[in-house]
């Protein structure tokens, strides 16, 4: 018999971390954290499982299949923005790849369920993208849906998985013999950079922000590669966290979206 349990991947990220926490906090019993890493001491307690395995393990992903009925999946596995542009390969094969892997097993998880199951996945300003600074002038405030032409492999990454998402979620083989059924309900929220109290984030374009942040507080100098008028949308890691919990929260009935930005 399968065990009930909700999947988060990703889970040793300061997300991941942070998002267990907060649900450990709301008396969540049954999580199921994976991650390539060993999750870290503080939150081991809070797990009914840990996975330490690859999402691009298909074999890894069938068994999780068959050993637990999933309500709810949270996938916070990525490669982050700068090595994205390092290894863009890598990018697409852990970003697009294992988001198809993981939307194919909430797929299954429904039909075998005959339910929708809710699936999280962060997104990034990063899908938005303006050629140069006076395109960025002439555009001032712009749209949700505007200007989304990312010029990252993250940004396109993020951006591709956002219509991943729809598609499984509304269309899915909507051409087949079959009538059509939803099973997956996929939200996302397009974050800015966050900042963390407790961890100083790897890989990101926006990590010079933390970095001086946590180099004030230990009284060390810093030596930031930015121009000093720039500007950037941040937010605090527990206002994320809480984000993520309200949209998980609401009826799927008083969503007039899918996928939302947030400041």
């Given amino acids: 018999m399968r065990k009930p349990a909700t999947l988060i991947t990703g889970a040793n990220g300061e997300m991941g971390q942070g998002l267990i926490t907060a649900l450990h906090e709301k008396n969540y019993k049954k999580i199921v954290a994976m991650d390539l890493n060993p999750l870290d001491d503080s939150i081991t307690s809070y797990c009914s499982e840990e996975i330490i395995g690859n999402i691009l393990d298909v074999d890894l992903i069938d068994q999780l299949n068959g050993e637990y009925e999933f309500d709810t999946i949270y996938h916070l596995a990525a490669l982050l923005s700068t090595r994205a542009e390092f290894s863009p390969q890598s990018a697409h094969d852990v970003n697009v790849g294992g988001t198809m892997n993981l939307l194919n097993l909430a797929l299954e998880q429904g039909r075998s369920q005959g339910k929708q199951i809710k699936f999280f996945f962060p997104s990034s300003i990063a899908v938005y ?3 140069n600074l006076e395109e960025k002038e002439f555009a001032g405030a712009i749209k949700e849906n505007s200007y989304r032409n990312p010029s990252t492999m993250y940004g396109c990454n993020k951006l591709y998985c956002e219509h991943l998402g729809n598609y499984y979620s509304n269309h899915y083989q909507r051409l087949g013999a079959e009538k ?7 939200r996302s929220i397009r ?8 961890t100083i984030p790897t890989a990101g374009t926006s990590d010079y922000i933390p970095e001086m942040l946590h180099s004030a507080a230990q009284g060390k100098p810093y030596s930031c590669f930015v121009r000093e008028n720039t500007q950037i949308p941040f937010m605090t890691m527990p206002d994320a966290i809480g984000a993520i919990i309200q949209i998980m929260g609401v009826p799927r009935r008083n969503l007039s979206q899918s996928v939302y930005n947030i400041r």
């Fill in 180 to 186: 059509y059924h939803s099973y997956i309900d996929f």
């Fill in 191 to 198: 974050f800015p950079g966050i900042i963390s109290s407790k």
């Fill in 129 to 131: 993208g303006l050629k």
